[in-house]
């Protein structure tokens, strides 16, 4: 008898190779993937969230400095508004620097504490958009200025201190001194936005630099008070208007 033959096994086919880049499914790292996803997508949405709200405060800061600021505070409260000029109210009974001369005697040498906005306007008397509130202490040797600066469209002042000894003698000098001459060059009655005033027409002359400066002022009173003063100089064409809103002496 033949030997019984053995059938041979079938060799099996070679494994498929996964695909390069082919990771194995595992549903633990699928989720925490999901879950990274998931937080990187809110922190997303908060940062959007966040600066969409800062964009709003800011529109709404500088909606309300255009309309909330220094420069709308002062301008709707002055009241020597030279906005729409003056009127002359004839007379001719007037005497030059009556009331000058008798403030500035008044005063002798005591300090004056002195509450003032500024506002200015250009040769076409279209009116600036940056005001100056001054707090003004005048003594015998010091002339102090805390001066507030604001603009019409933004909200934050400016705020700085200084000495300012020639602001004394626009605002009240009457005599000549070394380095400062003062003489009145005429007086009249005026009217301002309604108001009556004298006017008294002062030329002042500075030489504390190299070159003279001259100024033009006119300082306008209430029954003897100053209310407002206008100050022009030939070094420019703008013309400086002061709303005193107070003064003390000491």
């Given at each position: 008898?033949?030997?019984?033959?053995?059938?041979?096994?079938?060799?099996?086919d070679?494994?498929?190779?996964?695909?390069?880049?082919?990771?194995?499914?595992?549903?633990?790292?699928?989720?925490?993937?999901?879950?990274?996803?998931?937080?990187?997508?809110?922190?997303?949405?908060?940062?959007?969230?966040?600066?969409l709200?800062?964009?709003?405060?800011?529109?709404?800061?500088?909606?309300?400095?255009?309309?909330?600021?220094?420069?709308?505070?002062?301008?709707?409260?002055?009241?020597?508004?030279?906005?729409?000029?003056?009127?002359?109210?004839?007379?001719?009974?007037?005497?030059?620097?009556?009331?000058a001369?008798?403030?500035?005697?008044?005063?002798g040498?005591?300090?004056v504490?002195?509450?003032?906005?500024?506002?200015?306007?250009?040769?076409?008397?279209?009116?600036?958009?940056?005001?100056?509130?001054?707090?003004?202490?005048?003594t015998?040797?010091?002339?102090a200025?805390?001066?507030k600066?604001?603009?019409?469209?933004?909200?934050?002042?400016?705020?700085?201190?200084?000495?300012?000894?020639?602001?004394?003698?626009?605002?009240?000098?009457?005599?000549?001194?070394?380095?400062l001459?003062?003489?009145?060059?005429?007086?009249?009655?005026?009217?301002?936005?309604?108001?009556?005033?004298?006017?008294?027409?002062?030329?002042?002359?500075?030489?504390?630099?190299?070159?003279?400066?001259?100024?033009?002022?006119?300082?306008?009173?209430?029954?003897?008070r100053?209310?407002?003063?206008?100050v022009?100089?030939?070094?420019?064409?703008?013309?400086?208007?002061?709303?005193i809103?107070?003064?003390?002496?000491k």
């Amino acid at each position: 008898m033949e030997p019984e033959k053995k059938e041979s096994l079938p060799v099996p086919d070679e494994p498929e190779k996964p695909e390069e880049g082919f990771v194995p499914y595992c549903g633990s790292d699928e989720a925490e993937a999901g879950q990274k996803a998931g937080r990187k997508s809110k922190i997303k949405m908060w940062i959007f969230v966040i600066l969409l709200i800062l964009v709003a405060a800011g529109f709404v800061v500088i909606l309300v400095g255009r309309r909330y600021n220094l420069y709308h505070e002062t301008i709707g409260t002055i009241r020597f508004d030279y906005r729409t000029g003056e009127a002359d109210v004839p007379d001719d009974s007037l005497e030059k620097g009556v009331c000058a001369k008798a403030l500035r005697e008044e005063i002798g040498d005591r300090a004056v504490t002195v509450d003032a906005a500024m506002y200015m306007f250009n040769d076409k008397m279209d009116i600036s958009d940056t005001v100056s509130v001054y707090s003004y202490v005048h003594t015998k040797s010091s002339d102090a200025a805390v001066v507030k600066s604001g603009t019409a469209n933004w909200f934050k002042t400016q705020k700085q201190s200084m000495q300012m000894p020639l602001l004394f003698e626009l605002f009240f000098g009457t005599e000549n001194l070394d380095l400062l001459k003062a003489s009145c060059y005429d007086t009249y009655r005026a009217e301002v936005a309604g108001g009556h005033y004298v006017c008294e027409v002062w030329l002042v002359c500075d030489l504390t630099g190299e070159d003279p400066v001259y100024y033009t002022v006119y300082r306008y009173y209430d029954e003897g008070r100053l209310a407002g003063v206008r100050v022009l100089s030939d070094q420019d064409e703008v013309m400086q208007v002061f709303d005193i809103r107070s003064y003390t002496l000491k």
